[in-house]
């Protein structure tokens, strides 16, 4: 007799086909050759750069977070910056090498990709992008509230796919993403590599699964305004960068240390430039949970003139960034990574802003990036040295700096935090974390 199947049975029979589709499909992809790689890398990139705008507003409908320009952006480094960095790229067979020391690249086989709801569109075509140059399939996972768009970005890979005579199953999506299927991919023996993008408890999942897999850490970056820094400047730099998508970079600034030597002159530059300063308890209420102490999640990602409006005060200039003043020892729920235009200053005596900034990173972020606006050269090093951060940006927006657009930094959209938050490297993700390299050598 006929009977139905169970839950539990559909969740390992839908995560296996999935497994086992990527494994057969990329086993196609390994005899393709350079030429026809970097056509099909091209083509993708292209397709997307030609809708940046619809890709962005769709993400944006999808996530109801960020703002549209700066999703545009952010989408365009990935169709341009890292697609020309990619394009010509050797990262299969034989790489470089002397006549002694040769090294070799292998794809891993079958990634699992944890894709976050901050930046869905880029940070799954980086993922896939970087997939297909090394040769592996790739399963993506999305969250439940940007499936659909995720759906929609995969059928956009698959059928450039299947223009270019490859399996469409080289990329695929889960199609009902859950705690039980994310956990028996990652499980799958058949899974070479796991690219974790999201909650410390889901990273955590990541390395026990039995799988390797690499896993990025919480931001909360502080900054360090010195008493020698270009205080106009430093306040364009924090403006830029945290309002940056309005705030939802896991790299953009959180807390801002300032020498108590200009600490009311730099305030005083911020609210000129569009800043609102507050401290009533009554407004920071309005914005954090008693309970959890976070942001409030219909407030995450929204931008400062709806956070205004949340706290009802009004404004007869636009507003464009929260500044809330806090003790160290007070209120660290404050200290926290927060995911809008709002950032927590703090007043250092003389000599003390650097500890201060790296006992706030080790609150919460710590591994992931720091910043320092000063002219001391003895002093930025003294920073460089001190904290617990994978990327020391001098005099510059977190954002942009993070990211690898102000900075010499390898553009990427997963940043390692190293062993201090939980890592396994502070490098920022990119081709050859997804290859096994060989090393031939010859005796000297």
């Given at each position: 007799m006929d009977t139905l199947a169970s839950p539990e049975h559909s969740l390992a029979d839908s995560a296996l086909a999935i497994v086992q589709n990527a494994v057969q499909s990329q086993a196609e992809l390994e005899k393709a050759s350079d030429e026809q790689i970097d056509a099909l890398i091209t083509d993708i990139a292209q397709t997307f750069e030609q809708k940046l705008e619809y890709w962005a507003q769709t993400e944006l409908d999808a996530t109801r977070i960020g703002n549209l320009p700066d999703k545009v952006h952010k989408l365009g480094l990935v169709t341009d910056?890292?697609?020309?960095?990619?394009y010509g790229e050797k990262t299969y067979g034989r790489l470089h090498g002397s006549k002694t020391f040769i090294e070799y690249a292998n794809p891993v086989g079958v990634i699992f990709a944890i894709v976050p709801l901050t930046n869905p569109v880029p940070n799954?075509?980086?993922?896939?992008?970087?997939?297909?140059?090394?040769?592996?399939?790739?399963?993506?996972?999305?969250?439940?509230?940007?499936?659909?768009?995720?759906?929609?970005?995969?059928?956009?890979?698959?059928?450039?796919?299947?223009?270019?005579?490859?399996?469409?199953?080289?990329?695929?999506?889960?199609?009902?993403?859950?705690?039980?299927?994310?956990?028996?991919?990652?499980?799958?023996d058949q899974v070479s590599l796991i690219l974790a993008t999201g909650g410390g408890d889901l990273v955590k999942t990541a390395y026990s699964s039995g799988t390797p897999a690499i896993g990025v850490g919480p931001g909360n970056v502080p900054v360090y305004v010195s008493a020698s820094a270009d205080l106009s400047q430093a306040a364009d730099d924090i403006l830029q960068g945290k309002t940056y998508d309005n705030g939802i970079v896991c790299g953009s600034e959180?807390?801002?240390?300032?020498?108590?030597?200009v600490y009311e002159e730099f305030v005083e530059i911020l609210k000129q430039k569009g800043a609102l300063l507050i401290s009533e308890k009554q407004h920071i209420d309005a914005l954090f949970d008693d309970n959890t102490g976070r942001l409030h999640r219909t407030l995450i990602g929204v931008d400062a003139m709806t956070l205004a409006k949340q706290m009802d005060v009004d404004s007869p200039t636009p507003i464009k960034l929260i500044l809330i003043a806090a003790e160290p020892e007070q209120h660290t729920f404050l200290s926290r990574e927060k995911m809008a235009p709002i950032v927590?200053?703090?007043?250092?005596?003389?000599?003390?802003?650097?500890?201060?900034?790296?006992?706030?990173?080790?609150?919460?972020?710590?591994?992931?990036?720091?910043?320092?606006?000063?002219?001391?050269?003895?002093?930025?090093?003294?920073?460089?040295?001190?904290?617990?951060?994978?990327?020391?940006?001098?005099?510059?927006p977190a954002t942009q700096g993070m990211l690898g657009i102000s900075s010499d930094i390898p553009l990427s959209f997963?940043?390692?935090?190293?062993?201090?938050?939980?890592?396994?490297s502070t490098e920022p993700v990119h081709w050859r974390h997804l290859v096994n390299i060989k090393r031939l050598t010859f005796k000297k």
């Open positions: 910056r890292v697609y020309r960095e990619l799954s075509l980086f993922k896939t992008l970087l997939s297909l140059k090394t040769r592996n399939a790739l399963i993506l996972s999305y969250p439940r509230k940007s499936d659909q768009l995720g759906a929609q970005v995969v059928a956009t890979v698959q059928a450039i796919l299947k223009k270019h005579h490859l399996p469409e199953t080289l990329i695929q999506a889960v199609q009902t993403p859950s705690r039980e299927t994310t956990q028996l991919i990652m499980q799958s959180s807390n801002i240390i300032i020498d108590e030597r927590t200053l703090y007043k250092s005596e003389p000599g003390q802003g650097i500890s201060l900034a790296a006992q706030l990173l080790w609150q919460e972020g710590a591994g992931h990036s720091a910043v320092i606006h000063s002219k001391d050269q003895e002093e930025i090093h003294q920073f460089a040295s001190i904290l617990p951060a994978g990327r020391i940006l001098v005099n510059m997963m940043q390692g935090s190293g062993s201090w938050g939980g890592n396994i």
